[in-house]
């Protein structure tokens, strides 16, 4: 496995980090709430086989710009030059959260762009007999457990790396949640469902069982929209973010489906 | 110095154990605290509190902005102002404000604005604030992302309509309008009726409100100590950037509770004033703070300790520091001025004068003080403490007040009978 390279690219004359490891055919990942402040092992297990290709979207750690972006069309093509960019376009495309709407988004709109699809509880979808939670207006100590099975695994992921700048730091953890919200506020509904349609890619949907921010059940949503052969997975003793939960239970199972 | 009678319109009857059973007066308070019965009588003592404070002679009326919330019952406050306006005379109405950011197309603010200044002949303040978080992001849903700069758009777009003499496109970020041309036009049009921005302790807005020539209104529920500082920083910014200190330039928000003696003040006063710091403060904080709402600027002043706790209205977690819900501590922490009217005389003086500001904003009605005893303070206030601290400043013009027509060119209301002379 090779070391852990950062590149930078510009979207809208902003920068965003484009972190890169491993060999093998490429595989995308968009990451959910909060972003990738630091590297993740799930990601390494992801490594051992494939080169792993991970853009910051504008606004998330390592990246700004999300101040430019006023619509979803706004958002929908920076992705796209970010995928391509990256050296992704017609790569696997990984997405989580928040980055598994715009992976579905990718899938539906430049189906060229994607070869296969793997979404982890995206976003992007309301339903108001089930409505998600408001991840925007949460006590501060409610968070970890709402993002996460095991609030520690949230903890750890924004906790401040030995020798970060004490003042810029927690500016950069606000900036990712303003970025999802100024792209999914206030229901994290873009109205995904009118475009599932077009998602022809193989697509492997994972859910937490105990995600608290999207309900599992909206699992069968996606798998009824999307035209392509589409296979729904629970994974066991995870949350929202269940590639902190279980990084090698997801990554088995992403790396399965991308075979 | 201008003395200002400002109504929150709290409702007055959350029960005793509100603060148990809910977990916030505010976005998403219980229908079902909520009679409406009651409210029929409670916005009519408000509004005879208001018209009450015109006659007694202070120099404006106040309302403000808030939605689902059980202390400020005027989601719109524009309805009080017009009724205001047939019901007073000579007395400045100011709308505490409209958040611009909330209306669609913000030009509905420069019409009922318009309205407003005609009816009344010229009488208003147009207040502009940016709107709390649970006002905006929450109960009305804006982005907390783009929030500010609709905000700054919408004022672009408002100040347009009122000043603009030909019909004009409005091509903006997030309005576009091929027409506008709004009818009425304010009788305030040299150039346009009075703006002041309500805000926080942010330098940005101090920058905008001297660049744009508007004031400035500290409204915090916190009192003059706590507002010291931001006030501070407010008068240091000025003179950076070379401005006089006008003391009209400037607005802050006060409690008093006056009273013949301050153990009668604490009688009477010490009830509302519980009910309000301990029910109507009674926010969730997971309302506080949606991310983007607070500049990354204002959050790097905070972090980097330029700004006190008490200081940073933009910041309301802060708010979360200062949970004074007793008397002493209310009164010990000057967030409700209280005693005799030599005492409270002495107190709005050097409130005046330590903050350096003209435009003092008085809150004489909070929680559920019952109209009897709001008028009582308020007309104790208007006798006993306004002669005695109206010279203040006298030495300044206040370029920021209101200019309506003449009186004698001013319509006739008939169906204004005021309340003192039924008494």
Redesign the interface.
Known sequence: MSELKTTTVEINGFPCRVWTKGSGPKLGFLAGLGGLPRWLPFLDRLAETRTVIAPSLPGYPGATGHTELDTHLDWVLAVRQLIDKSGLAGADLLGASVGGAFAAEMAAIFPAHVRKLCLIAPFGLFDDKEPAADPWAQRRDNVPALMCADGAKWTELVAPPEGANSVEWPIEMTRASEAAARAFWPLGNTRLEKRLGLIAAPTLILWGERDAVLPPSYAKKFATGINGSTRVQTVADAGHLAYLDQPDAVARAVLAHFA | MKLMWFHLMPYTELPDDFNKKHPSVWVDIHSSLFDPRRAHHMYNDFMDELEYAAEVGFDAVCVNEHHSNGYGLMPSPNLIASSLARRTTDTALCVMGNSLALYNPPTRVAEEFAMIDCISGGRLIAGFPVGSPMDT??AY?Q????LR?RYYEAHDLVKKAWTEKETFAFSG??NQQRYVNIWPRPIQNDPHPPIWIPGGGSIETWRWCAEMDYVYCYLSYYGYKAGLTTMQGFWNEMSKLGKDRNPYRAGFLQFVGVAESRQQALDLYTEPAEYFYGRCLHV????AL???YTT?AT??AG??GMMTKAANLANPSTKAALKATNMKDIVDGGYVLIGSPDEVVEQIRHVGTSLNVGHLMLLLQYGNMSKDVTKYNTRLFAEKVMPKVKDLFGEWEDKWWPKPMARGQRAAVPAFAPQLAAE
Do not use: L
């Open positions: 992001c929450y849903g982005n907390p992302s783009s700069e970020r997030y969730d904080p997971r309302f949606p991310p983007g990354e959050q790097r972090i980097e």
